[in-house]
């Protein structure tokens, strides 16, 4: 039979239990191993790379200087970028005699609403345009062609009285 023990006798003594150098917290351990591994690995980089080094330069020095020098390489420049063209000039509107013959221009950048060619041959000496001289008020800007609508614009329409908030009758009380 098993004795009991005496009551007299101190009980053991608890023991501590051992301290983990890992944290209990998740986040802290992964901290705590991203920076132990992080160490370990440059120690090893530390150790390896003059192996490394020496392999590599190993290998190089096996491969024959002339190799190297019998290699030949092709080297293909890109074409160089095109040139822009240059600006197209718009052609611009001027006025025509109406009562002059149709008559196809030389090359000219002016249009008119008809054919027909300049009926003055040399410019006016104090105008730098390469238009035609015109008698009249020069700042009445009138052209042949007539842009836009030529309907009176109709009125906006009238805006929707705003609703009124009317007590209801008792017979639309009813009626819900």
């Given at each position: 039979m098993?004795?009991?023990?005496p009551?007299?006798?101190k009980?053991?003594a608890?023991?501590?239990?051992?301290r983990?150098?890992?944290?209990?917290n998740p986040?802290?351990?992964?901290?705590?191993?991203?920076?132990v591994?992080?160490?370990?690995?440059h120690?090893?980089l530390?150790?390896?790379?003059?192996?490394?080094e020496?392999?590599l330069?190993?290998?190089?020095?096996?491969?024959?200087?002339d190799?190297?020098?019998?290699?030949?390489?092709?080297?293909?420049?890109?074409?160089?970028?095109?040139?822009e063209?240059?600006?197209?000039?718009l052609?611009?509107?001027v006025e025509?005699?109406?009562?002059?013959?149709?008559?196809?221009p030389?090359?000219?950048?002016?249009?008119?609403?008809?054919?027909?060619?300049?009926a003055?041959?040399?410019?006016?000496?104090e105008?730098?345009?390469?238009?035609?001289?015109?008698?009249g008020?020069?700042?009445?800007?009138?052209?042949a062609?007539?842009?836009?609508?030529?309907?009176?614009?109709?009125?906006?329409?009238a805006?929707p009285?705003?609703?009124?908030?009317?007590?209801?009758t008792?017979?639309q009380e009813?009626?819900?």
């Amino acid at each position: 039979m098993i004795k009991p023990p005496p009551t007299s006798a101190k009980p053991p003594a608890a023991r501590r239990p051992a301290r983990s150098w890992l944290s209990s917290n998740p986040d802290a351990r992964a901290v705590q191993i991203g920076v132990v591994v992080t160490i370990l690995v440059h120690v090893l980089l530390l150790v390896l790379a003059p192996k490394i080094e020496r392999f590599l330069d190993a290998r190089d020095a096996s491969s024959a200087p002339d190799e190297w020098a019998s290699r030949e390489f092709q080297i293909e420049l890109a074409p160089a970028e095109p040139a822009e063209p240059p600006a197209v000039k718009l052609p611009e509107f001027v006025e025509a005699n109406p009562n002059a013959p149709d008559n196809m221009p030389d090359e000219t950048n002016l249009v008119a609403a008809q054919n027909q060619q300049v009926a003055q041959e040399t410019p006016t000496p104090e105008s730098q345009s390469d238009k035609p001289a015109s008698k009249g008020d020069p700042a009445t800007n009138s052209s042949a062609i007539v842009t836009g609508m030529q309907v009176e614009p109709t009125p906006p329409a009238a805006r929707p009285a705003p609703a009124t908030n009317e007590p209801e009758t008792p017979a639309q009380e009813a009626a819900r």
